[in-house]
C-alpha cells in the first residue's frame, strides 16, 4: 500500500464508500491519514460489570447470554435486546433502530460495550453502547476499549467505516517522510512524523495523543510561518524607488483637513511614509476599524508619492467602492493638480483641476467620461497620476508610465508572484512598486501576524472625536411594528435605511429571511408608500449599479440587501440599520454591516432581529450591543466562532491546510516563532534545508488564493 494509492482501490468495502470520502476530499492513502479527527471518546475505562457507575464513560467485556429484536408498534421501531456477562455480574443492553445488529452478533459472542449506564446503582442498562466484537488474533480494538477517534463526516458515512479503513491504511504512514531537522524536533519536543499520524489516529493514551497533536498542529503552522518569512526575505532583495517625505506639503495638506487626525491616525500614516523613504519595497497592512479613518491616513502617503511625480494604483474589491473612492480621493485632492483615473468593467472616467490636453492633442475637461484606450494610452504616457479601479487593473492589458504604489482594499494576500506581474506593469524594468494593503475586519495582532507574516502591520484602533456611537438594540418579534414606526419617522426626516437578509431566497429549512421574500413584504405591504430597492449577488452588475446609485443618490429610501453591503458602501444619509436573522452572522459580520450607518452627523441605529432564544445567541447579541470596538468585538467572535468562519480565511486556502491547528493556538503559534528564529539566525536562505523548503513548494501548491 502506498500513499497515492487510491481509496476505490483497497477492496470491495473501500470501493464502495470512495464516493462519500471524495465528498470529503479523501480519495488517496495519504489525503485519508491526513484526515484528522476532531473529537475523541474516552472508552478506555475498562471496569468489570459490578463495578459499573452510572452516567461514567467507561467499557465492559462480556459475554452474550441472550439476543433479540422486536417491533415496537407504539414506538414506531425496532429495538435489539440482549443480556451480557462477566465473571462479576450481568447488564441489559438496549439498542434502538440498528436492525444490523442481530445480524452481527450471535448468542456466545464476547464483545466490548463502550458508553455510559443509564438507571440507578442497582439496576443498569446500556442504551446505544458502541460495541466491537473481541478478536483473539488482533488486540487492537478500534471502536472501543480506548481512546476512539470521531472525524466529520457526510451522509451515509458511518464512523465504523471511516475508522475501519483508517485502521487499514495505519501502515502507509511509514511511508510518509519527515521533513522537521531533527535539532528542531528535540528543541521543541516533538515527536516523529510517523508516530505522530498514527498517534492521532488511535492514541495509546491521553499523553500519546496530546504528543501527536502537537507535532501536528506545529507543522501546520510552521509552514505559513516559514513561507511569510521567506516572501519577506525574498522583498528584502527586491528594489523599489524611494519616495522623499515631503514635510512641509504634509503639514499644509493636514491643517487643511476639516478634522483632527487621531493619534493612531498619524502613527500609522509615519510608519507608512518611514517606509516608503526605503529602496526595498513596502509591504505593510493597514488595518482599522470600521470608519477609524483608513483612507485619509492612505491619502497622506498618496500625496507624498504623486508630489515625488509617480504613479499610485488604487485597487478596490467591488465597483461601486471603486466609484466611491474615486469621488472621495478626487474630493480629498481637489487642490491639488493631479489627473485621476477611475477604471472599472462599466465606467471610464478622468478628474483633473484643469482642462488637460493629451498626448494625442485632445482637450480633457474636468470630469468627463472618456473611452478606455484613451485613458490606457494616458496611464501608460504618465498623464494620469492615480488610478482608481477594481482588481483587474492589474490583469488588463493596462501599462503604467512609473508606477511606485499600490493600495489594495481588503485583499491581504497580494504575493510576490502577483508583484513580479505587477513589475512589468509599472514602466520599469528593476523596481517593484511599495504595496499597502487596507482592511476594516479588526484582525487581534498575534493572529494577524500568524495569518500575514510577509506584512508589516499598521493599526488604527481608535475613532475620531465626533464619531457617535451607533445605538444598537435587540428587538423582540412582539416590538417589531413598533421598529416599523420607527423607520417610517426616520424617513419622515429624511434619512435611509438598510435591510440586510442572510439568504436571497426563503428557504423553510433554515428558518431565516430571505431577501426576495422581505423586500415583497415591505415593499407592497409595510412601506408602501417608500421607494424600496432590491440588492444581492446574483444580481447583473449593471443592475447593481443602478440600484446602489439611486440608494447613493437618495432616490432609494429603504435598501433591502443581503451581506454584499458589507464592505465599504458608505451612504452618509442612512441612519438604521435592521439586520433580520441576525443569529446567522458572526460578530464581525454584524459589526460591519452596523458600519454601514452612522457616517455622518445624524443619529444613527442598529436593530438586530432574532428568533432564536439560544444561550448563545444572547450572549453574541449582546456583546454587540455593549461594545462599539471592532478590535474586541473580534476577540470574542474568535471565542464563538473560530477563525475560519470570522475572517473567511478558507477563501485564501489556509484553512483547508489547517486539519488540526487553530490561529487561535497561541502556546503552538509562540513555540514554532522561537524555533524559527534559531532556524533563520542560522541559515537566512534556509540552504542547508531543503526538506523545508520542498515542503513550503509542496504547502503553496495547496493554497487557494484569490
Known sequence: MNLEAKIKDLGKIAAQTAPKFKKLG????????????????????????????????LTVKGKIELIESRRSFRKRMIIIE????DETGQIKVVWFNQRYLSKILSVGDEVYLSGKAAGTETAQE?????????????KFTTHTARIVPIYSSTAKLSQRQIRFLMKRVLSAAAYVKEWLPAEVKKSAALIDLVQALRQVHFPVDKK????????????????IQAR???????????????????????????????FKLTLAQKKAAWEIIKDLGRHTPMNRLLEGDVGSGKTITAAIAILNVLLNKFQVAYMAPTEILAHQQFNSLSEIFNKYNFSIGLLTRSEIKLKTQNTHSTSSGRAINKNQDIKKVELLKMIKNG????????????????KFNNLNFVIIDEQHRFGVEQRKSLRQKTGSKDDFPHLLSMTATPIPRYLALTLYGDLELSVIDEMPQDRKPIKTNVVEPSKRVEAYGFIKSQIRDGRQVFVICPLIDPSDKLGVRAVTEEFEKLDKKIFKDVKTGLLHGRLKANEKEKIMKEFLAGEIKILVSTSVVEVGIDVPNASVMMIESAERFGLAQLHQLRGRVGRSYHESYCFLFTESESEMTIKRMQALVSSQNGFELAEKDLEFRGPG?????????????????????????????????KIFKLDPKLEKYDKIKNKIREFETSLHFE
Open 26 to 57: 479523501v480519495e488517496t492513502v495519504q489525503d485519508l491519514l491526513f484526515y484528522f479527527p476532531f473529537r475523541y471518546e474516552d472508552y478506555s475505562n475498562l471496569m468489570k460489570i459490578k463495578d459499573i457507575v452510572p452516567g461514567v464513560m
Open 82 to 85: 440482549a443480556i451480557v456477562s
Open 126 to 138: 446500556f442504551h446505544n453502547p458502541a460495541f466491537e466484537k473481541v478478536n483473539k488474533y488482533d
Open 208 to 223: 500519546s495523543l496530546q504528543q501527536a497533536r502537537l507535532r501536528l498542529k506545529f507543522d501546520e503552522i510552521f509552514l
Open 228 to 258: 511569510s518569512r521567506l516572501i519577506k526575505q525574498e522583498l528584502l532583495k527586491q528594489q523599489a524607488k524611494k519616495i522623499i517625505f515631503l514635510e512641509k506639503e504634509t503639514k499644509l495638506f493636514v491643517e487643511s483637513l476639516p
Open 383 to 398: 498623464e494620469v497620476d492615480l488610478v482608481v479601479g477594481t482588481h483587474a487593473l492589474i490583469q488588463q492589458k493596462i
Open 645 to 677: 468562519e470570522v475572517y473567511g480565511i478558507k477563501q485564501s486556502g489556509y484553512l483547508d491546510n489547517l486539519k488540526i491547528a487553530k490561529l487561535t493556538d497561541w502556546p503552538v503559534i509562540k513555540l514554532v516563532r522561537q524555533e524559527l528564529e
